[in-house]
Structure formats: C-alpha cells, structure tokens
C-alpha cells in the first residue's frame, strides 16, 4: 500500500492508524500469495475499507460485538477475517469467525501479530518442502512407468503389424 492508500482508510473511516500498522502495510516483508501462506494481509485499501464497513456481509453477519475501532486487516485461511483494535493501546487482532461470527482474541498486540506473520510467511518448513519434493517425485516415476507399460506394447504391436 502507499501512504496515499492508508490515508484513504482512514478519512472513509474515520479511523487513526497505528504508526506500527502504517509502517507494516508500507512495507511488508513477505507479500500475500506467497508459495505457501498461511494467512493473508489485505494489502488493498478498497478491500480494508469495504471489508471494515460491511465485515462478513456475504455471510450474514449481524455485525454483533463489531465496534467502530475495528479495521479488517486480513483474512486468515479459513475464511475468518482478522480485525485490529485500534481503540485499544496494544492495537490487539482478533479473529471474526466465518461459522460462529464470534470475535475472539487473536494476538494481544499488532507487534505479536506481525511478528507472527512474518515468521510464518517467511517460508515453507524443510520437512514440508522435502515431502513436496517426495512426492513430486514419487508421481514423476508412476508417469514413467505408465509411458513404459503403455508405448513399449504399443511399438511392438506397430512393428508387428508392419512386418505383417
């Protein structure tokens, strides 16, 4: 985001931002989308803005618990949406549950939450990638063995007709 971007959330909101969430949004230092995410950062001022005025519309939220202070800053994998409190001076991050629509306590503070995410964005685990990798592989040697079992016959049988 830029910082025209976070001033647009907070005039359509008419919420202050945290420096430290200013900061973050700024700079990122690992990016939505990335090869195996674990949650997502809204880093688009139109989806914070619309996700913080119409939170779970689509879901039939009745907006219960929802306080004006609340800004969406993501959305975890689930499909909860990740909702910092900005009235409070740790800037906590609940979590909005898609299935129960209860808020509830994520982290205690935006640095925990950032920290988090930062550390679980920062890449995928060895034992992850190494059982990827096995598997990549594993089906790479079942293809192999299906194009043997299939074109050897298959030559034969064109050989044979052509010597017929």
């Not at 001033?7 to 700079?27: D, H, V």
């Not at 959305?75 to 991050?93: N, R, Y």
């Not at 306590?105 to 190494?130: I, R, Y």
């Amino acid at each position: 985001m830029t910082d025209e971007d976070l001033n647009t959330i907070e005039s359509q909101l008419g919420i202050a931002l945290p420096a430290e969430y200013r900061q973050f949004a700024l700079n990122p230092s690992c990016s939505p989308g990335e090869r195996y995410p674990v949650r997502w950062f809204f880093n688009d001022a139109r989806r914070v803005i619309t996700a913080t005025l119409r939170p779970m519309e689509d879901a039939g939220y009745d907006r219960q618990g929802w306080q004006d202070s609340y800004l969406v800053i993501g959305e975890g994998a689930s499909g909860d949406l990740l909702v910092l409190d900005t009235s409070s001076p740790d800037f906590p991050v609940h979590c909005l549950s898609h299935e129960t629509h209860a808020i509830e306590p994520e982290w205690p503070t935006l640095h925990d939450f950032v920290t988090d995410w930062q550390t679980s964005n920062a890449g995928p685990d060895s034992e992850f990638v190494a059982a990827v990798d096995a598997e990549r592989r594993r089906l790479q040697l079942v293809f192999m063995i299906l194009g043997i079992s299939i074109g050897v016959p298959l030559v034969w049988v064109m050989v044979m007709w052509l010597l017929t």
